[in-house]
C-alpha cells in the first residue's frame, strides 16, 4: 500500500511504506497578480508561530513582533493578517524550473517558499510566472585552488568543518582516503564551494549545531545531514507532515522506534530537536550502510521507503527530491 506524500523514512522492515506524489497544479498567476500584497502581508493559518513565519520570510521574531504590535511569545489568530517587512524578491519563472529548484537556487526549503508564495508545495510552476523568494545574505566562496596548511591534532573531518566544505569532496581533490592520517605541515587544496561560515561555528543548541554534533558521531557527511534536513523542514522542529512525520528530519513514529530499539538497541531518545536530528542522522547512516555508500540510494530510500526502492527503483519525484538535496548539499 502506497503511504501518504509527507512520510519519511519508512524502516525496511515495515515493508517500505510509498508515497506518492500529488498531481501537480499549475499556477495561473501573472506578474501583476504577484505584487506587492504578497510581498508584505501574510495571513494567518492554523498552527503558524511567529517564530515560523519569520523564518519563513527571511526575517527576526523581534522585527515581525514589532511591526505588528505583537509580543514576540504572543499567541496568533488563525486568519489574522501580519505585516511583512521587504524581505522578498520577485523571480521570473524559467524554462525547467519546479518549487524545488528554485529553492535550492536561492537557499531556501520547499515549504518555506510554498508558504511564501501561499502555495502548494506539490505545484509546478508555469514559465513566466512571478513567485517571491527571500533576500538571503550570502557569502563569496573561495577562489578555486585556495589551500589550508594541516595543524596538530587537525583531521579531514575536523578541516571539511572548519571550512564548510564537503568531507569527500576534499578527500578527493587532495587524493586522500577518508581515514587517512595528515601529517603537519601539508598543505591542502580546498574545494571551492568552501563557505564563509562555518558549521564548527554552530553550538551544539541549535539545529545545524546538532546535525554537525550527530554526524560526526555516526560518520555522516554533516552536509548531506544538513541539506537533507533542509529539504525536509527548513531547520524546523515545529513541523508535522498530513502523515505524522515530525522535526527537523521529518521522523514517523515507526521510524523513531525502529532506530530506538534496533539501531541503538532500545535506548530511548529524546523527543525534542536534538533528539530528532540524531534519529534521523542515524537513519541516514543505516541507509548509507546498507546500499554500500551510495548517497543516492540512501536519499531514494529515505524518502520512498528501503524496502521499495528495492523492488521498484525510483519512484515518480524520487529523482527530483535526490537531485535537489544533492544540490543543497554543496550550500551546506
Not at 525496511?12 to 501573472?30: C, K, N, P, T
Request: hydrophobic letters at 45%.
Amino acid at each position: 500500500m502506497p503511504r501518504p506524500r509527507g512520510e519519511r523514512g519508512g524502516p525496511v522492515f515495515l515493508g517500505g511504506l510509498v508515497r506518492w506524489a500529488a498531481v501537480a497544479v499549475f499556477i495561473g498567476v501573472s506578474a501583476a497578480c504577484a505584487g506587492a500584497s504578497a510581498a508584505t502581508v501574510y495571513h494567518v493559518r492554523p498552527g503558524d508561530s511567529l517564530t515560523a513565519i519569520a523564518r519563513a520570510h527571511g526575517t527576526s521574531v523581534t522585527t515581525l513582533a514589532r511591526l505588528n504590535g505583537l509580543s514576540p511569545n504572543g499567541v496568533l489568530l488563525a486568519g489574522s493578517t501580519l505585516r511583512l517587512p521587504e524581505t522578498v524578491q520577485r523571480y521570473r519563472v524559467q524554462p525547467g524550473d519546479s518549487l524545488t529548484s528554485v529553492a535550492a537556487r536561492f537557499g531556501t526549503s520547499v515549504g518555506e517558499l510554498a508558504r511564501l508564495n501561499q502555495m502548494s508545495s506539490t505545484q509546478m510552476l508555469l514559465l513566466g510566472t512571478v513567485v517571491h523568494v527571500p533576500v538571503r545574505a550570502t557569502s563569496s566562496p573561495p577562489a578555486q585552488g585556495e589551500t589550508y596548511t594541516v595543524q596538530r591534532g587537525d583531521t579531514l573531518s575536523s578541516i571539511a568543518l572548519e571550512h564548510g566544505v564537503s568531507l569527500g569532496a576534499l578527500a578527493d581533490l587532495n587524493q586522500l582516503s577518508l581515514g587517512d592520517v595528515l601529517l603537519v605541515g601539508k598543505r591542502l587544496i580546498l574545494p571551492a564551494n568552501a563557505i564563509a561560515s562555518t558549521l564548527a561555528a554552530y553550538p551544539r543548541s541549535t539545529v545545524r549545531g546538532s546535525i554537525v554534533y550527530w554526524a560526526n558521531h555516526y560518520g555522516v557527511d554533516p552536509h548531506l545531514a544538513a541539506a537533507l534536513a533542509w529539504m525536509e523542514s527548513g531547520f524546523n522542529n515545529e513541523m508535522v507532515s498530513t502523515a505524522g512525520a515530525v522535526g527537523v528530519m521529518q521522523i514517523t513514529p515507526a521510524t523513531w522506534d525502529y532506530v530506538e530499539q534496533v539501531l541503538l538497541l532500545g535506548r530511548r531518545v529524546p523527543r525534542d530537536a536534538d533528539g530528532n536530528v540524531r534519529v534521523g542522522v542515524a537513519y541516514l547512516h543505516h541507509l548509507l550502510h546498507l546500499f554500500g555508500g551510495d548517497e543516492r540510494q540512501a536519499l531514494a530510500a529515505y524518502y520512498q521507503g528501503a524496502r521499495a526502492l528495492q523492488d521498484a527503483g525510483f519512484l515518480p519525484g524520487t529523482k527530483q527530491y535526490v537531485d535537489d538535496i544533492l544540490a543543497l548539499k554543496a550550500r551546506f
